[in-house]
């Protein structure tokens, strides 16, 4: 989807997926999980709560599926760092 990814610092990355909140959108990766509709209410909850501070945003992936994910919700700090990718490793 189109955005911006950052290295935040604290070991894990944030996006920033809403057009006009960064000055240069790459396309950020991600993956797509599909959760049983009976189980959605309970894991959009959960995921909700993890993501606290975080916007939840409808986002069209490449393959044109409509899917939820968690933009950061206005300016980015100083600090975070924008990257390609998150691998968890070359990012810390």
Do not use: K, N
């Not at 393959?63 to 691998?87: F, H, K, M």
Request: hydrophobic share 40%.
């Amino acid at each position: 989807m189109a955005g911006r990814l950052f290295d935040t610092g604290y070991g894990w990355p944030a996006a920033c997926l809403v057009d006009g909140e960064v000055e240069v959108l790459d396309l950020v990766p991600g993956w797509v999980v599909e959760v049983r509709p009976e189980s959605l209410d309970d894991v959009l909850h959960l995921l909700d709560q993890v993501e606290d501070g975080f916007d939840r945003v409808t986002v069209t992936t490449r393959a044109g599926e409509a899917a939820w994910a968690y933009s950061v919700p206005s300016g980015v700090p100083d600090t975070w760092v924008p990257i390609t990718a998150w691998t968890g490793q070359g990012e810390r």
